[in-house]
């Protein structure tokens, strides 16, 4: 990448600095859940028309797709991408600030406005250095993120990896592990596929001093938590990581009385998808066994979501390179596998992508709390290391 050039876009960035925290404080108290960013799609809709920039809007539902293009560049030329997610979460924030959540129940808790306002900070950077852009780009600003099936499957339905085509495409997420300055990336297997359980376990219920003429769905439920990672662990691959938890049990009794039924809810996470099959298929068959065990039935509920997301190993490592140039090799990080999971995984099984993560949190404080907390926020100058990596990217040959 030209020096001259990442000066350019490192003067922008510092002059957008204050401009852009607007956008990310205006976003973070306007929030809105998944499918449901009508007011951020328009928000984000009028700020490319400032710029210039053709888009469409209702992509996918509530997205917004903008391309940047100068006169050297073919209409029919393939194209980067770089993705900023739109939608929120149902959180009530705990934060007293300014900038806090005008929405009760919901929240930027996972950094999106942070997201959503460096791709407009990015936006108009590319657009002052137009000229110097060495193939189009496609912004992409991308709905439900957080929530099946995942706005980038919507997205990818409506083409947006077409007319130009998407030949490589980044993203960026805010990372409260990280501190303010620092970047994260790792090549290769990164995060994890995710998988929603959802059982309805149907017993008999009764007097709880007379457990003998009940079917009891709590004890076949207990028998499934403490069960199921046992059963998943004996067939696994020994080299697949693998992450089955529950979260959520309601069942309606009390002191003295057994519930007639009992819902429980969970997540199943990997990185194979042979795996993933096979993993599902075994614990569809033990909840089967357990209610039958104990003389009750269960109605089974494995909602597929995300794949694993992998980033390419080529596309991340020229990535990394470029930001120990510019930003020094202290700062930019090799990050380990995570368990988490990531809607942008479903363009990796498509296009080659880079996924990195952009540090956040605030080295004056002695607490910075992690993404999905009611008190979580970011340190906003990582603003401007965010808008110069990601506007950087779009120069890497690949």
């Known amino acids: 990448m030209n020096p001259e050039i990442f000066s350019a876009i490192s003067r922008k960035a510092a002059d957008l600095y204050l401009k852009i925290k ?31 920039i053709p888009h469409e809007t209702k992509v996918g539902g509530t997205g917004v797709v903008g391309i940047i293009r100068n006169d050297l560049h073919s209409k029919e030329a393939t194209c980067v991408a770089l993705r900023a997610d739109l939608d929120a979460l149902p959180i009530q924030e705990e934060n007293e600030v300014t900038y806090r959540s005008k929405r009760p129940g919901i929240m930027h ?13 990015v936006a108009e950077i590319l657009m002052s250095i137009k000229d110097e852009l060495p193939q189009p780009v496609k912004l992409i600003f991308q709905p439900g993120e957080e929530q099946n099936p995942g706005g980038a499957t919507l997205m990818i339905a409506d083409g947006v990896l077409e007319n130009p085509k998407v030949s490589h495409l980044f993203a960026l997420h805010v990372f409260p592990d990280l501190m303010a300055g620092e970047l994260g990336l790792k090549g290769g297997l990164y995060m994890a596929s995710c998988d929603e359980i959802h059982l309805t376990i149907n017993g008999i219920g009764g007097h709880g001093a007379v457990p003998a003429k009940c079917v009891n769905p709590l004890s076949i439920a207990a028998e499934i938590i403490l069960s199921t990672q046992e059963v998943l662990t004996i067939e696994k691959p020994h080299d697949v990581p693998q992450v089955i938890s529950f979260g959520r049990m309601e069942a309606y009794g009390s002191t003295n009385v057994i519930p007639s039924s009992a819902i429980l809810k969970g997540t199943f996470r990997t990185m194979d998808e042979a795996w993933r099959k096979k993993a599902h298929d075994l614990m569809a068959e033990n909840f089967e066994k357990l209610a039958a065990k104990y003389g009750g039935s269960i109605d089974i509920d494995i909602s597929i979501g995300y794949p694993f997301l992998h980033n390419d190993e080529g596309v991340t490592n020229k990535a990394k390179a470029l930001f ?29 992508v880079c996924f990195y993560r952009v540090g956040v949190a605030d080295p004056t404080k002695e607490i910075n709390y992690g993404v999905h907390h009611p008190k979580f926020d970011v340190d906003p100058s990582a603003l401007i290391v965010a808008m110069k990596s990601f506007a950087s990217c779009v120069f890497i040959k690949v």
């Open 324 to 352: 120990q140039l510019n930003f020094g090799e202290e700062n930019v990080i090799d990050l380990p596998l995570r368990m988490t999971s990531e809607d942008f995984a479903f363009y990796s099984q498509i296009a080659p």
């Open 109 to 121: 808790a996972c950094g999106h406005d942070f997201h959503t306002a460096t791709l407009l900070g």
């Open 22 to 52: 607007g956008y990310r404080e205006h976003l973070h108290q306007h929030p809105e859940l998944s499918y449901k960013e009508f007011e951020t799609m328009a928000f984000v809709s009028e700020r490319l028309t400032e710029l210039g």
